[in-house]
């Protein structure tokens, strides 16, 4: 039996800007926090991912690293290792202006599940993650199905 589930047809999100669906908070932390610190940021702000601040004189969206919710998990027996290690660099990034569907395109061709959102001149403004997406589609679906 097949299941058909009313996510928002792809133009809808073609409509919807990053900058609209973006977590504009930068929840950051210097590249040397040991994860168990992570892990207490992570749970004190509520989020499933912080961004781990690039070296010192680098610039650029891509330059910082992002340290997830699955990180923690996978780096559980590790707790005093350095955000760096798991938090790769260059991260995946998109424009602020970029639409929802090339996001959902760069997460899934990336195997991603969070970007760092830049700014006309590459600076790290917020991230967009896999569960602000949901929420978008949530909300599309939910009006489709009112109408």
Known sequence: MKRSVPFAPYTELDEIYV????NKELISCPR??????VAKIM???????VLVEPDAGTTGGSQW???S???LVAGYFKPHSPAWSVAPVPS???????????AVRQMSENSTAHLVVVDAHGDAVGVLSTQDLIGVMGDLSARQAEA
Do not use: F, P, Q, W
Request: hydrophobic share 30%; aromatic share 0%; charged share 35%.
């Open 65 to 67: 690293g992002v340290v």
């Open 32 to 37: 040397d926090t040991e994860l168990h610190e």
């Open 43 to 49: 749970s004190a702000k509520g989020t499933h991912s």
């Open 92 to 102: 995946v990034t998109i424009g602020e202006n970029a639409r929802l569907l090339r």
């Open 19 to 22: 900058r609209d669906a973006m």
């Open 69 to 71: 919710d699955r990180d």
